[in-house]
T-cell receptor
Framework: NAGVTQTPKFQVLKTGQSMTLQCAQD?????MYWYRQDPGMGLRLIYY???????DKGEVPNGYNVSRLNKREFSLRLESAAPSQTSVYFC?????????????FGPGTRLTVL | GQSLEQPSEVTAVEGAIVQINCTYQ??????LSWYQQHDGGAPTFLSY????GLEETGRFSSFLSRSDSYGYLLLQELQMKDSASYFC??????????FGAGTRLFVKA
């Protein structure tokens, strides 16, 4: 089992460019999440999907969109990248989302916006 | 607003015991989790407390007091590989989790 996989691992964008970060999990989890982590800070929730077919905003959703393509895959899209979106992006999944218990994280995508 | 407070850095020697505290102020509370993250790596789950008391998993233990909005992670028999950042996180309900800023643990020989 690969767990949670993310692509790409690294990306450099120019201001205004768009891109989609891909995430997939093979643990048959219902809930999936996108976080960003800035230097010296904890993770902040961007969007989450409680189950296939549903998505909801987290703490910092502005400038992002998501798609829960199927139970396995949850993508994050930046329509017009800004330097403030330079960060490390982590995708996560959990079997039981309500309650905030164990989440499994992917290896992250390191994004730089120039 | 919602906040989790934990020390920014802790230093301890190999073989010692270290405690990392976390106090929280959130609009909802379902449980307190702890995650470990090595530099350049992904967070990995360590423990979860939904009820008051101590949970033990090998060298790691986690404690929760809901009445005090307080918890801690206890690491025993410290090893060099325990040098990492440790995050507390609160499940606030509705599938949302708030993370603290993290405590960087330095283990010295």
């Amino acid at each position: 089992n690969a767990g949670v996989t993310q692509t790409p691992k690294f990306q450099v964008l120019k201001t205004g460019q768009s891109m989609t970060l891909q995430c997939a999990q093979d643990m048959n989890h219902n809930s999936m999440y996108w976080y960003r982590q800035d230097p010296g800070m904890g993770l902040r929730l961007i969007y989450y999907s409680a189950s296939e077919g549903t998505t909801d905003k987290g703490e910092v959703p502005n400038g992002y969109n998501v798609s829960r393509l199927n139970k396995r895959e949850f993508s994050l899209r930046l329509e017009s990248a800004a330097p403030s979106q330079t960060s490390v992006y982590f995708c996560a999944s959990s079997e039981l989302g309500e309650g905030g218990n164990e989440q499994f994280f992917g290896p992250g995508t390191r994004l730089t916006v120039l | 607003g919602q906040s989790l407070e934990q020390p920014s850095e802790v230093t301890a020697v190999e073989g010692a015991i270290v405690q990392i505290n976390c106090t929280y102020q959130t609009s909802g509370f379902y449980g307190l989790s702890w995650y470990q993250q090595h530099d350049g790596g992904a967070p990995t789950f360590l423990s979860y407390n939904a009820l008051d008391g101590l949970e033990e998993t090998g060298r790691f233990s986690s404690f929760l007091s809901r009445s005090d909005s307080y918890g801690y992670l206890l690491l025993q028999e410290l090893q060099m590989k325990d040098s990492a950042s440790y995050f507390c996180a609160v499940g606030t309900g509705g599938f949302k989790t708030i993370f603290g800023a993290g405590t960087r643990l330095f283990v010295k020989a």
